[in-house]
């Protein structure tokens, strides 16, 4: 739960991977999650909270996309007649040892086409590369965030992203402060998020970096890009875009307050060049 009393919107990726292993685990390509699959991006569409103490959250999936080394998973998540949460999912066969895709299997490829749904498209989010511009916030990585392969996993990612927006947001305009916090007055909502996997991040002592940027501002919105990476060498992990909105206490959209948009405005990344 969060602040806000609701399932927090990175447990709720949580949901997705714990789907979608159930899924890949009761058919012919079980033993993808042995050999080698990978995260390549999700998108993540939130649309109405999850309660504690309403019906069963159910997830249901089925094949959007299948190319020659990847396959794409669309997601409808359900409470009672509520639709909480559309997103996709692009996974990848891989092989570790040679650090790079490798083709599905013919077995494979015919558990996931048995599996095809017509979707509609999630429509893309972009937002500018941060070329080492925005807010930077401290990430260590402890050995409990890492998934049977040995990296970080990707549902982890939505941890490291909603602490690093937290930290960043707070400092930026004391009244971003989340509620329950001190200085709050504003309740903020993640409408959505995706992110896009580039390279593993590994377990190290040495910390890695969130850096946090506005992108843009709406009436009642702010695109944030994030971007996880490596001060000592500058690699780009993890891009990451989300939507936030702004609400009041009672869950109502309002608009952004001027003192909030000149805020931001001295944050705000366009893109380069």
């Given at each position: ?21 159930v899924f890949l685990r009761d058919g012919a390509a079980s033993p993808l999650l042995d050999e080698g699959i990978v995260v390549v991006a999700h998108q993540v569409e939130y649309r109405s909270p999850i309660h504690y103490d309403g019906p069963a959250v159910v ?215």
């Open positions: 739960m969060d602040a806000q009393g609701h399932v927090n919107n990175a447990v709720m990726v949580d949901y997705l991977q714990e789907a979608r292993v997830v249901e999936l089925g094949i959007s996309k299948l190319g020659a080394s990847r396959v794409e998973i669309a997601y409808e998540v359900k409470q009672g007649d509520d639709v909480a949460m559309r997103a996709r999912t692009m996974l990848c066969a891989f092989s570790f040892d040679e650090q790079k895709p490798i083709k599905l299997k013919p077995e494979y490829r015919a558990f996931f086409e048995a599996h095809r749904i017509e979707v509609q498209a999630l429509r893309e989010l972009k937002s500018p590369s941060l070329e080492g511009r925005g807010t930077p916030v401290a990430l260590p990585v402890r050995w409990t965030d890492l998934d049977s392969y040995g990296h970080v996993n990707n549902a982890k990612v939505y941890d490291y992203l909603q602490q690093a927006r937290i930290t960043a947001t707070t400092q930026w305009d004391p009244t971003m402060a989340r509620a329950g916090s001190k200085g709050s007055r504003h309740m903020w909502l993640i409408a959505r998020q995706d992110v896009d996997y580039l390279a593993q991040l590994e377990h190290r002592f040495e910390p890695y970096e969130v850096r946090v940027a506005p992108v843009h501002l709406g009436s009642s919105s702010i695109v944030l890009a994030s971007e996880i990476v490596d001060p000592a060498t500058g690699t780009v992990h993890n891009r990451a875009r989300t939507i936030l909105v702004i609400a009041d206490m009672d869950h109502r959209k309002t608009e952004l307050p001027e003192s909030l948009r000149e805020s931001l405005r001295e944050h705000l990344v366009a893109p380069a060049g």
